[in-house]
């Protein structure tokens, strides 16, 4: 951060009213203008990050009323993001303005050269007075190894202390050597709900996870022991979402214990996991109502399947985003089978991406039963006229009708024969696969989580 050209001793620059009238914002009294600000904030800079925390700035240059309003407002100077630039000075002063406001800490590593021992231990010194007050904590890395000697000291200075307004931490970087072992920080964060570690955060870093309701694991190139994800299970008793990324676990025991979590809702599992069938063995979550695995192959729901014929895994589940396969022309009826076996009181069913070709083939029963019996709605996207035609025609047939479709809006520029699907069935334009990809770990490459058609 650079705030040479925005130091209070400047003379302020000609803004677009000067020379003018007094005009009716200038009128509003500071309470009112501050609050517009922040709604401001809030509704145009969510998620870019540099914009958000140089807004106050750009306040500043309209009237010398706004820079005085803008400059003497702490919630305005929340968001410490210190990514473009090392200028500490610039940092100390946005710091200070944030007075005793929560603030939200981003720390990103890409271009720059690191800093010094020297200088990492000045930039710990700024900003170790100020952890108690972060609301959220974001340390993300871009480069492999260039800056991991400095994340690992910042993060370090974060092990002690109280941190009791935190609510989200995130911390992404590139792995280091696995014989650095895990480290505990944030110890005391009571408030801590959600985390997502990948790569350094899912390798070295241990925040609390006993208040936790959303957690995100990633691997980037070391996945981590059975025993510490053990650990962390055992801890997260509020635990609401989990969402894991890959083979994050180095090697799944034959035989490992079943984790009680009563409050577990949702189980996501995107990209290439060997070990879906163990992952889903190792939790019992009674009122789990969705699960995710995307994409899939034709085996990881074998296991499951023959460790649970006698009684389904998860009895209040009713939400399945599954069957994009991961490889083309080996997904089909067996797949779907064997999906059906282990959850068989399915109501929703996503499918992110499918088979065209064998689309509705593939629900063909073998037998009388139908699958999924209890189904009665479906999310598809990218379908073309005959495919979803001819499934709800083949449910209608089987007497377990569909009264429910979610089509993503180039599925519904696509259909020619509306009219006659609508009277069928309730047809809604949204695409719930793409909202559970708006919070996660990539979130701007989904379709590696597609598989191939």
């Not at 473009?84 to 720390?107: M, T």
């Not at 931490?169 to 997502?196: E, H, K, Y």
């Not at 599925?411 to 949204?430: G, H, I, N, P």
Request: net charge negative; charged share 20%; glycine share 4%.
């Amino acid at each position: 951060m650079n705030l040479e050209t925005e130091k209070d001793s400047e003379a302020p620059k000609t803004s677009l009213l000067d020379g003018q009238k007094v005009t009716l914002a200038n009128e509003l009294p500071p309470e009112l203008l501050v609050h517009i600000f922040e709604m401001a904030q809030n509704i145009f800079f969510p998620l870019d990050q540099h914009l958000f925390w140089r807004f106050p700035f750009v306040l500043g240059k309209v009237s010398r009323y706004w820079r005085q309003v803008a400059y003497g407002a702490p919630t305005l100077w929340s968001n410490v993001d210190i990514s473009p630039r090392r200028d500490l000075g610039g940092l100390q002063v946005y710091l200070g303005r944030s007075k005793e406001s929560p603030i939200d800490l981003h720390l990103t590593y890409s271009t720059p050269a690191p800093l010094s021992q020297a200088g990492v231990s000045t930039f710990i010194g700024i900003l170790q007075p100020h952890y108690r007050r972060c609301r959220s904590i974001r340390v993300t890395s871009e480069n492999s190894h260039k800056f991991t000697m400095e994340i690992s000291s910042i993060l370090g200075s974060m092990c002690k202390g109280h941190y009791p307004v935190l609510q989200h931490m995130c911390v992404d970087g590139f792995d280091i050597s696995m014989d650095v072992q895990p480290f505990a920080i944030v110890a005391d964060a009571v408030n801590l709900t959600s985390v997502r570690s990948r790569g350094l955060g899912l390798s070295h870093c241990r925040p609390p996870h006993t208040a936790v309701t959303q957690l995100h694991l990633a691997v980037s190139k070391h996945p981590i022991l059975y025993a510490d994800f053990s650990k962390m299970l055992r801890a997260c008793w509020s635990l609401v979402t989990l969402c894991v990324y890959d083979d994050f676990i180095d090697e799944w025991p034959d035989l490992h214990d079943t984790y009680d979590m009563p409050f577990l809702r949702y189980i996501r599992i995107f990209g290439d996991m060997l070990g879906v069938s163990q992952l889903l063995l190792s939790i019992s979550a009674p009122d789990l109502e969705g699960l995710t695995i995307a994409p899939i192959v034709k085996n990881d729901l074998i296991k499951l399947e023959r460790e649970t014929s006698n009684a389904p895994r998860f009895p209040a589940l009713k939400s399945l985003t599954a069957l994009a396969p991961a490889h083309a022309g080996v997904l089909g009826l067996r797949a779907v089978a064997v999906a059906d076996a282990c959850f068989p009181g399915i109501k929703l069913l996503i499918l992110p991406n499918y088979i065209k070709l064998s689309f509705a083939e593939s629900f063909k029963p073998t037998d009388s039963r139908p699958f999924w019996p209890e189904l009665d709605g479906l999310a598809i996207r990218d379908i073309d006229d005959e495919s979803v035609y001819k499934f709800v025609q083949d449910r209608q047939r089987l007497g377990v009708p569909l009264r429910l479709l979610y089509l993503d809006p180039l599925s519904m520029s696509r259909l020619t024969r509306m009219d006659w699907l609508k009277d069928q069935l309730s047809v809604v334009e949204a695409d719930p696969w793409k909202i559970q990809c708006e919070d996660n770990f990539y979130r701007d490459a989904e379709t590696r989580f597609l598989g191939a058609a």
